[in-house]
C-alpha cells in the first residue's frame, strides 16, 4: 500500500486535483491500493510526498506527473 503524507489535503479534494481525466482514476487507485501499476496512465498526477518504494512502475506514463519529495527506493520503471 503507498502513503501519502499530506495530510492536510483531505483524500477526495487530493484525488480530483491530481487527476486530469477520469480515465487515470483506476490506474493511480491501483498504484495507491497495490504498489504497483506496469503500464499505467499517470500523466500529470499529483504523487508528492508518495512512498513508492518498490513499487511496479515499467512502461507507466509517467510524463508531468508530480513527484517532488517522492520516495522511489528501489522502484521498478523498466
Known amino acids: ?3 501519502m503524507n499530506n495530510s492536510f489535503i483531505n483524500f477526495p479534494a487530493a484525488l480530483f ?3 486530469p481525466l ?6 493511480l487507485e491501483q498504484l495507491l491500493e497495490k504498489g504497483n501499476c506496469p503500464g499505467c496512465d499517470l500523466k500529470g498526477v499529483n504523487l ?3 512512498d513508492l518504494r518498490e ?13 517532488y519529495k517522492a520516495t522511489l527506493q528501489n522502484a521498478l520503471f523498466n
Open 1 to 3: 500500500m503507498i502513503k
Open 17 to 19: 486535483l491530481s487527476l
Open 22 to 27: 477520469l480515465t487515470q482514476a483506476g490506474d
Open 48 to 50: 508528492k510526498h508518495a
Open 55 to 67: 513499487a511496479n512502475l515499467a512502461g507507466a506514463d509517467l510524463r508531468h506527473a508530480l513527484l
